[in-house]
């Protein structure tokens, strides 16, 4: 039978939801080993505010999670297209813009935008001096910060942003030890992160196609690696997740020492609702069960309404496992 001695840890997503003393002290009580700082949603300001008071004696505790090689919309309100309606995206300003700003002179006519989770998905038909105008091809929201993945083509991206280096800069500063990089796409990025934070102790988010056809490499040079499946199935197809998630942790068995985790919807019905489902259960027992050494919650504490009773269920079900003897 397969040993279940090694440590199995839970990694917390700070938000409006849980960045507060009652939460953090819970969830360090409760046996939580970081507290993920996503850049993506965190304004560089509030990062060094954060981490000068309210996070200051947790410093240990803290991972910057950095936003990588992602495109993002940046628009002011949210907006409903439907199928086969209109609409500019803009190189710059409050109107539909894209972030990184480099990323507007990389977009061609023909291109396939998915955008967020709501199922958006527009084609640029026309180009201007200071715009592209779509059509949309699937209805769905239009919203600030959400991910973009240009589907017909890969668009290559700086391997972290200048937000990125600034806040790493902060980060430094307050003496910040845990880092993640978001959209490791190759080897050469980890070497790349690994110069940039030498000291650190350093997460590697497999999160693309490209990571994908690359594992065994990208597994081999870094320690720790986090399985995101929200953005791989943007970019592989939601069904083939389950496919993804075993080769990735049957390859690692070969490497005994590396660290993979695991992340995005283990418990998305409690961001509302107090109690999971089966399904979700299932798919967290799942997770133990071929190898992964850690579980992250992102939305159910970042922005949920029962992030407590996520952390209390994880920590049942983990214990479930390691008592469970087939």
């Known amino acids: ?151 017909n083509r890969k668009i290559n991206l700086d391997y972290i942003t200048k937000k990125d280096e600034k806040a790493i800069e902060i980060a430094k500063k307050h003496k910040i030890k845990n880092f993640a990089l978001s959209f490791t796409n190759s080897v050469s990025d980890i070497k790349k992160f690994n110069k940039l934070l030498p000291n650190a102790t350093k997460i590697y988010k497999i999160e693309t196609k490209k990571t994908l056809q690359n594992i065994s ?38 490497y005994p020492h590396k660290n993979i985790y695991i992340a995005t919807n283990f418990l998305e019905s409690m961001i509302e609702n107090p109690f999971p489902t089966r399904a979700e259960v299932n798919d967290i027992f799942n997770a133990l069960e071929m190898g992964s050494k850690g579980l992250v919650l992102a939305a159910e504490t970042a922005i949920g309404k029962h992030p407590t009773e996520c952390v209390k269920l994880i920590k049942k079900i983990i214990s479930t496992y390691k008592s469970y003897k087939p």
């Not at 965190?42 to 992602?70: M, P, R």
């Open 1 to 151: 039978m397969k040993k279940k001695n090694h440590e199995i840890k839970i990694l917390c997503t700070l938000g409006p939801s849980t960045l507060n003393y009652k939460f953090i002290k819970f969830a360090l009580k409760n046996k939580v080993s970081l507290l993920r700082l996503n850049l993506s949603h965190i304004k560089l300001n509030q990062l060094d505010v954060l981490l000068s008071s309210k996070l200051k004696k947790y410093k240990n505790k803290i991972c910057i999670d950095t936003e990588g090689a992602q495109i993002r919309t940046k628009i002011s309100k949210k907006i409903f297209y439907k199928k086969n309606s209109y609409g500019k995206i803009y190189d710059k300003g409050n109107k539909f813009s894209l972030y990184p700003e480099n990323v507007f002179e990389k977009l061609k006519v023909n291109d396939h935008l998915d955008i967020g989770f709501e199922g958006l998905k527009i084609r640029l038909i026309k180009k201007s001096d200071n715009n592209f105008s779509f059509i949309t091809i699937k209805s769905g929201y239009l919203e600030k910060n959400k991910g973009v993945h240009v589907y």
């Open 217 to 254: 490499n990208i597994l081999k040079e870094g320690e720790s690696f986090l399985i995101d499946r929200g953005d791989l199935s943007k970019e592989i197809g939601i069904e083939q997740i389950p496919v993804a998630q075993r080769k990735i942790l049957k390859i690692s068995k070969k």
